[in-house]
């Protein structure tokens, strides 16, 4: 099993859109969670960071940590056709470990 | 601010030959970590370095090594390249402490293509 799972999609949507992304992990020492967009043959842009369960929103995006199912979400509101890319999860235990393990991300298309 | 930098952008090499990659990162940030990005292997931790120390080794052979000077730059180095290599190379820059210390921002890659 890997520690990281994440729906590759590929996932296609109309500009307007509410976009969920999702990833599970087995994990449980697993505590900072983090959201990262790659656009084509660029680096990860990080888009969002979050520290053990909960929700935090910034503008369109809302990121969502379950750690007692070991799941977490990504919601784009209004989604528009700059949003295409291929969304990564993120995971970090914490602690001397400074090591990010990732999901192999979701391919994501808005169309206008 | 300025992002992380990473050089060359671009690199052909051969079978054999060795290569190396430099990264400079946000300034404040005295973490660099390193990740291999292959299609069928995704985004792989390679080792991370803090206060010219490897703090963290990731499930690599020995060719691929790295090291980190005194204002926080960082080079990797793959010696004797193997087609397998053929890669985005990437570095990532944290402050590396504190609660926040773990929120890495990464550079634009180095593809590296091997013959």
């Known amino acids: 099993q890997k520690e990281v799972e994440q729906d590759p999609g590929p996932l296609s949507v109309p500009e307007g859109a509410i976009v969920s992304l999702n990833c599970t992990y087995s994990?449980?020492?697993?505590?900072?969670f983090m959201w990262y967009r790659q656009y084509s043959r660029k680096g990860p842009e990080l888009l969002m960071y979050t520290y053990s369960s909960g929700n935090k929103e910034d503008g369109r995006f809302t990121a969502q940590v379950d750690k007692s199912s070991k799941y977490i979400s990504l919601f784009i509101r209004d989604s528009q056709p700059s949003d295409s890319a291929t969304y990564l999860c993120?995971?970090?235990?914490?602690?001397?470990?400074?090591?990010?393990?990732f999901g192999k991300g979701t391919l994501l298309t808005v169309n206008p | 601010k300025a992002g992380v930098t990473q050089t060359p952008r671009y690199l052909i090499k051969t079978r054999g030959q060795q290569v190396t990659l430099s990264c400079s990162p946000i300034s404040g940030h005295r973490s660099v970590s390193w990740y291999q990005q292959t299609p069928g292997q995704g985004l792989q931790f390679l080792f991370e370095y803090f206060s010219e120390t490897q703090r963290n080794k990731g499930n690599f052979p020995g060719r691929f090594s790295g090291r980190q000077f005194s204002n926080s730059r960082s080079e990797m180095n793959v010696s004797t390249l193997e087609l397998g290599d053929s890669a985005l190379y990437l570095c990532?820059?944290?402050?590396?402490w504190g609660q926040g210390g773990y929120e890495q921002f990464f550079g634009p890659g180095t593809r590296l293509t091997v013959l």
């Open positions: 990532a820059s944290s402050l590396g």
């Open positions: 994990n449980s020492a697993f505590q900072y």
């Open positions: 993120a995971m970090n235990s914490g602690g001397s470990n400074y090591k990010l393990t």
